[in-house]
């Protein structure tokens, strides 16, 4: 139940600052520049959106929605808050998940009617989306204003979103391929073009693996930088 309320506490936050809207916008132009695209390039030019926006945006979110809760006092309240970390932390992953999850729908609904595997897409979205949330969030505990989580946080960004790109330009290798935007673009790609590839499995498994390694990434930072702020045992 805490969990819950945690979650639609992030999501009312967010709508309040505006994060809902941008979504949106960035939904409508992504549309617009999916619809001019040839037919035969929508389906790629749909995944590689799919993965750099919808899928990713969490991941520099969430540093904004850290540093605003910090600039109002809000993780003081923490210290003395019932909520455990694991359902903070949680309810910031679940919250960004959702609305990148519906900004896919639309996205793939538009431009790439018919085949898609919506159930396949739509759940690797969601999970895709906790995993960069997540650890943008463990990033942002290290920052103390937007210009120094751009500064920590692009990089790491980059690490993240580079491996998938140079997949999809046809540039592979081992290690390329076990990284978890990788595992998302296959997977994004096999969902909307209706083809899933035979690994298909594995890239649903490596996902899962990844969301594990992000919570426990998230769980070391995120209690000890609330606790520091709040003067007290979270």
């Excluded at 990148?100 to 396949?120: C, E, K, M, N, Q």
């Excluded at 979103?161 to 994004?188: C, D, K, N, Y």
């Excluded at 890239?203 to 899962?208: A, E, N, T, W």
Aim: charged content about 10%; hydrophobic content about 50%; aromatic content about 14%.
């Amino acid at each position: 139940m805490r969990l819950f309320m945690a979650t639609v506490h992030d999501i009312r936050y967010q709508a309040k600052y505006g994060f809902y809207f941008l979504y949106a916008f960035i939904t409508v132009l992504y549309c617009a520049i999916l619809y001019f695209l040839p037919d035969q390039h929508k389906a790629i030019g749909a995944s590689l959106i799919l993965l750099t926006d919808p899928a990713t945006l969490g991941f520099f979110f969430v540093g904004g929605i850290w540093l605003l809760e910090k600039d109002e006092g809000i993780h003081r309240f923490y210290g003395i808050s019932p909520l455990k970390p694991i359902e903070y932390i949680l309810a910031k992953g679940l919250s960004l998940a959702m609305i990148s999850t519906l900004s896919a729908f639309f996205i793939v609904r538009f431009s790439h009617p018919g085949s898609a595997d919506y159930p396949l897409l739509l759940s690797s979205i969601f999970v895709g989306s906790c995993i960069f949330t997540l650890l943008g969030l463990a990033m942002a505990t290290y920052a103390n204003s937007v210009n120094s989580y751009m500064v920590k946080g692009v990089p790491v960004g980059m690490i993240l979103i580079l491996p998938p790109l140079l997949v999809a330009f046809q540039i592979s290798h081992p290690v390329l391929e076990i990284m978890p935007g990788t595992i998302l673009l296959r997977l994004i790609d096999g969902s909307i073009k209706g083809q899933l590839e035979p690994g298909s499995i594995v890239f649903l498994f490596g996902l899962m693996i990844w969301l594990g390694i992000s919570i426990w990434i998230a769980l070391l930072r995120v209690p000890s930088a609330l606790q520091g702020e709040g003067g007290g045992k979270l």
